[in-house]
């Protein structure tokens, strides 16, 4: 150590300093006791939970026009059936969580159902669908919102990326605030936008049916060059499918209401149950109002607009930008550039961006459930200083950032690796719930509820034979454009949970406390402290005096010769002070510190197996953040080599430098500072506190 000193203790003040900007941002920290404020009421759990469902009818029926383009405008005859094949999944996913809510209120979702009905790698597998599912619902939702606000500002689509990711932190920032307050947030464009929806389509209606007047969509007088003309048979059925498939996408976060019941008010599951109901009928109804109206106006989709979508029978280009379904609709009917088609316009660009608010709920509400079952670090189990799930929040923006940088912010790419995960967790939920059924229905007379029981039953069991049914289509139709890299991620967060869980339980099998007396027991037979030392200082002398306190076997001083000058000098005035403490020196040719000390303390350890060995080291304390990039923090790496080293102790002995007390001053100053007026009525510590002491 010559000449080398232990440094450097972390202060208060660098948390001072990182706690004031994080105020700003998220608020002031919540009490524990103020959790039931944060409890949601249907009107506002309804934009916070099913926002990403209300929201897929922008782009929904777009892609399912999209994929029926491949075959020419001939095939748009398809559409309203396939919105009928999407109405029928909707209600029977709706009755069937329905089932959900109420069996299983705590807050587990598919999750709990599996694992409880199926056993835990079902469990296991629906955990890793819906991790990877609510990422992909913040990335899909955020690329699809940037590329409908590029339509009106050019420069979000030439920094789509840049622009997606500011999204996603500004949404971040909102949800640590809190699950309350977000959703009074949401709440407002999401309603806003059903609204405006909700008034295209009557609007629409009217003119239609009742006025007679003939609505045409930007692209009416379009044409579609098809990829593949005349297509019949299997290759018909397989592009139905598809485009099936993709209108699916419809259905994505219905799950996170089941995963969310916690944060509903009392009765939590009869308010949770309402909520997905009315999910269900807002969703169904304004995604088919939307393909009516498409079909009506003539609107024309193409996958690659610029060369497939002629007019005049001449290619668009490149320069053409291709509009939403809902916005093509929204021109025809309102009128290009009228109130109405502005705000539905910019309310479908936000609610799109909030589309991402399901995830931030289910997903954290999730990992907290999987941290407390081991499958997931405890840190995502508590929650943050706005009584939300903090870290699982950051979890999440930071993996949907990475997809959202790798996808260039590409809805279209995007949402091939969509829906998988969620139809998985589909399955597997209703699977569950007929076990469940089952499982009731074999102790349960009164008849009345098995009546219920054996409704329940027929419900989720049809649910469990459509979603596995739409769950093998998806698969089919969609693992080469993308579903691949989905189901990849839900093997990734497989196997990363099963490697978490494991070493949660080897650790809790090691550490569990013993039935019959151990070598942990056993009093150690003698304890040899060690005082690291560099030099003679105040430091030194508070850890010398602090080890003599604690009358050890064995007591030695112990430096490390990196300078044979410093070296001597320690020995001289040490001999001259009469420490009575031995001094050893180390001899370390190669200028090492930590090294020569932890092979001493290991020698100790092999020569006297049963002795325990204190190491006790002498550290200062600076009162300002930028001083410690002054010091070395020695004494922090030899604590982490020392760590991993059994039967040793390790002690610090704190001494606290000018600038730290100097700290502790300026904080009793404004502890003690007096509001305005106070001075008539005197300082603070003259006035008495209690009759009793005016008395003395």
């Not at 300093?17 to 919540?30: F, N, Q, S, Y």
């Not at 949601?40 to 782009?59: E, N, Q």
């Not at 006025?211 to 397989?238: C, N, R, S, W």
């Not at 539905?344 to 079952?373: E, R």
Request: hydrophobic share 50%; glycine share 8%; proline share 5%.
């Amino acid at each position: 150590m010559g000449g080398c000193l232990f440094e450097g203790l972390p202060s208060s003040v660098v948390s001072k300093l990182t706690d004031v900007p994080k105020r700003i941002l998220i608020g002031r920290a919540l009490r524990s006791d103020r959790l039931g404020e944060t409890l949601l009421p249907k009107r506002i759990a309804l934009p916070v939970f099913a926002s990403d469902p209300l929201s897929s009818v922008a782009y929904a029926p777009g892609e399912v026009l999209l994929v029926l383009s491949i075959a020419g405008v001939s095939a748009y005859h398809f559409s309203p059936w396939i919105a009928v094949a999407v109405v029928v999944l909707m209600f029977t996913v709706v009755a069937s969580y329905r089932q959900n809510v109420h069996a299983y209120p705590s807050g587990g979702g598919d999750y709990e159902v599996a694992t409880t009905n199926l056993g835990p790698r079902a469990g296991l597998t629906v955990a890793s669908a819906l991790l990877v599912d609510y990422v992909l619902t913040v990335a899909v939702s955020i690329a699809s919102g940037i590329e409908n606000l590029g339509s009106a500002i050019p420069f979000v689509v030439e920094h789509k990326v840049l622009c997606a990711v500011a999204v996603i932190v500004l949404l971040t920032l909102m949800n640590l605030r809190g699950v309350k307050e977000s959703g009074k947030l949401f709440a407002i464009p999401t309603y806003v936008f059903v609204g405006g929806v909700f008034i295209m389509i009557a609007w629409g209606a009217f003119r239609g049916l009742v006025l007679g007047d003939t609505m045409h969509a930007p692209t009416a007088d379009y044409h579609i060059k098809a990829e593949h003309q005349g297509l019949a048979g299997f290759a018909l059925v397989f592009l139905l499918l598809r485009a099936f498939s993709s209108g699916c996408a419809a259905l994505t976060g219905v799950e996170a209401i089941s995963n969310g019941v916690p944060a509903f008010r009392k009765p939590k599951s009869k308010n949770a149950a309402t909520t997905l109901a009315m999910m269900g009928l807002l969703a169904v109804t304004m995604f088919c109002g939307i393909i009516a109206l498409a079909m009506s106006t003539k609107v024309r989709m193409a996958e690659n607009p610029a060369t497939d979508l002629l007019h005049n029978g001449h290619p668009l280009g490149s320069g053409y930008v291709q509009n939403p379904v809902i916005s093509q609709v929204a021109e025809a009917v309102f009128g290009k550039g009228s109130f109405l088609f502005i705000v539905l316009a910019a309310a479908t660009a936000l609610v799109l961006f909030l589309a991402a608010n399901t995830a931030y709920n289910g997903f954290p509400l999730l990992g907290s459930i999987l941290a407390q079952d081991r499958y997931l670090p405890r840190q995502l189990h508590t929650r943050g200083d706005r009584l939300a799930f903090s870290n699982g929040i950051v979890l999440l923006a930071g993996a949907a950032m990475l997809l959202t940088v790798i996808y260039g912010a590409d809805s279209t790419r995007l949402i091939q690796l969509y829906i998988v995960g969620v139809f998985v967790s589909f399955t597997l939920s209703q699977t569950g719930m007929v076990r469940h059924w089952n499982r009731h229905l074999a102790v349960e007379q009164d008849q009345a509820k098995r009546r219920h029981m054996v409704r329940s039953r027929a419900i989720n069991a049809f649910g469990a034979f459509f979603t596995g049914l739409v769950l093998v289509v998806v698969l089919v139709t969609k693992f080469t454009h993308g579903a691949w890299v989905a189901l990849l991620g839900m093997c990734i967060f497989y196997a990363t949970m099963t490697a978490i869980r494991k070493h949660y339980d080897r650790v809790s099998e090691e550490i569990a406390a013993p039935e019959e007396p151990d070598d942990d027991l056993v009093r150690p037979s003698r304890v040899h402290s060690v005082v690291l030392i560099s030099k003679i200082h105040r430091p030194t002398l508070r850890a010398l005096a602090y080890a003599k306190l604690m009358r050890s076997d064995t007591l030695e001083a112990l430096t490390v010769n990196v300078d044979p000058a410093e070296t001597k000098a320690l020995r001289e005035e040490w001999e001259q002070r009469g420490i009575d403490v031995p001094l050893k020196v180390l001899d370390s040719p190669y200028r090492e510190i930590t090294r020569p000390i932890i092979e001493y303390v290991k020698g100790l350890r092999k020569e006297s197996p049963r002795d325990a060995v204190s190491v006790i080291i002498p550290e200062y304390v600076v009162g300002h953040w930028y001083e410690h990039l002054l010091h070395n923090q020695s004494a922090l790496r030899l604590k982490g080599r020392l760590l991993f080293t059994p039967g040793v102790m390790v002690t610090s002995v704190p001494y606290q430098l000018a600038s730290s007390e100097a700290a502790k001053v300026r904080a009793r100053r404004r502890q003690e500072w007096s509001a305005p007026g106070a001075v008539r009525r005197g300082p603070a510590a003259e006035r008495p506190k209690e009759p009793s002491a005016a008395k003395d």
